[in-house]
Structure formats: C-alpha cells, structure tokens
T-cell receptor, first 113, second 115 residues
C-alpha cells in the first residue's frame, strides 16, 4: 500500500521567488511518482513524472522534481514563480506493478505580485 | 470532441434522489476511474474499471454504483444521494499496462451539490 503526504496545504510566494512544494511517500515497492496541477475549475494536468532513470525530472512550465529514495521524497520546485502558477498541486504515487494512483491532499499555491 | 468529457459539469440535487454522472472518453483506453475531490483529502478513488464489464471498488465506494457496458463510457450513479456526497467528481482514463509511460488523463470534473 502507498500513501502520500504533502507538507503544507497552502503556500504563498512572491512573483519571481522560488516555489518549493514538498511530497513524501511510503511504498512497499519501487514507486512511480507524479505531480499534477489543477487550475481553477479544471481537471488535473500532468506536470511531470518519475518512473526510472534520472532522479531529477523536468516537467512543463519550468517545474522540476527530484526523487530521493533515501528520503522517500519527491519535492517539486520552480526557480521563479509566475502569476500563472497559482493553482493546486497534487503529488501522486503508484507501484510499478499497479495502475491505481494514490494522491496527496494537495497544496494550493498563491502568487503575490 | 476528442479526449475525456464529463456531464453534467454542475448538478444540484436533493437528499434521497438518484443521480448519474456521465464520463466518456474517445481514446479507447482500457482503464477508467472515478475520483471524488474533497478539501483536505485530495482525490480519493471511488471505483475503477480495467475493461468493459470489469469493475472494482476503490477506497470510498459506499453509496455509489458503476457500470461499463461500453469501453468509452463509465457512468457513476449515486443511488440515494446524501449530503456527504457533495463533492467534485473526476473521471480519468489510461491505456492498458502498468508501465511508467501510461499516465492517467482527467476529465474537467462535475461539481455535485446535495441539499
């Protein structure tokens, strides 16, 4: 069984500042890890994913995340926040031998001008 | 329209009524999923389906019924709606296989309010 913990339900950053969203997971088998973004009144869109290989993965809109097995973490970062990054972000995990995702509770990002 | 669609987008109903939420995908994906999204809980899996006529319970199935007679459709029915089922419901689909390249695609959601 997998579980996902997102630290901080709400993050507020200034435009141009670093965005850091934290995600920790527990999994009994090697996981696949995902970050999804949800803009207001829309469905979820995949930002990036880690499956195998390079532990630093780059996604859309300038986001990247690093898989750290020793820390069971998959934190999401963006060097410089833009107003358009205001959204809710979800971390998700699934086992390599499964097709069901387990989601974290989500983190809402607000960007201040 | 190509992709995954949900209808209705917004629904208000009363306690005890039956409500059906529709989900349609045009990719012929094998797997389909229903989630509910509630503040503080993220997305929780209600039911999923691996193929037509194959469905299984997820994390929070009580009070819901699904069917899948055609690959492209996966309706979710609340047989007797309760206030606790007020939520945003998302449908998703993905291609067969557990490989890492097969991601889930989400519909736009249905916002359901039970009075």
């Amino acid at each position: 069984a997998q579980s996902v913990t997102q630290l901080g339900s709400h993050v507020s950053v200034s435009e141009g500042a670093l965005v850091l969203l934290r995600c920790n997971y527990s999994s009994s088998v090697p996981p696949y890890l995902f970050w999804y973004v949800q803009y207001p009144n829309q469905g979820l869109q995949l930002l990036l994913k880690y499956t195998t290989g390079a532990t630093l993965v780059k996604g859309i809109n300038g986001f990247e995340a690093e898989f750290k097995k020793s820390e069971t973490s998959f934190h999401l970062t963006k060097p410089s926040a833009h107003m358009s990054d205001a959204a809710e972000y979800f971390c998700a995990v699934r086992s390599a031998n499964d097709y069901k995702l387990s989601f974290g509770a989500g983190t809402t990002v607000t960007v201040r001008a | 329209d190509a992709g995954i669609t949900q209808s209705p987008r917004y629904k208000i109903t009363e306690t005890g009524r039956q409500v059906t939420l529709m989900c349609h995908q045009t990719w012929s994906h094998s797997y389909m999923f229903w989630y509910r999204q509630d503040l503080g809980h993220g997305l929780r899996l209600i039911y999923y389906s691996a193929a037509a006529d194959i469905t299984d319970k997820g994390e929070v199935p009580d009070g819901y019924v699904v069917s899948r007679s055609k690959t492209e459709n996966f309706p979710l029915t609340l047989e007797s709606a309760t206030r606790s089922q007020t939520s945003v419901y998302f449908c998703a689909s993905r291609e067969r296989g557990t490989g890492g390249f097969n991601e889930q695609f989400f519909g736009p959601g249905t916002r359901l309010t039970v009075l």
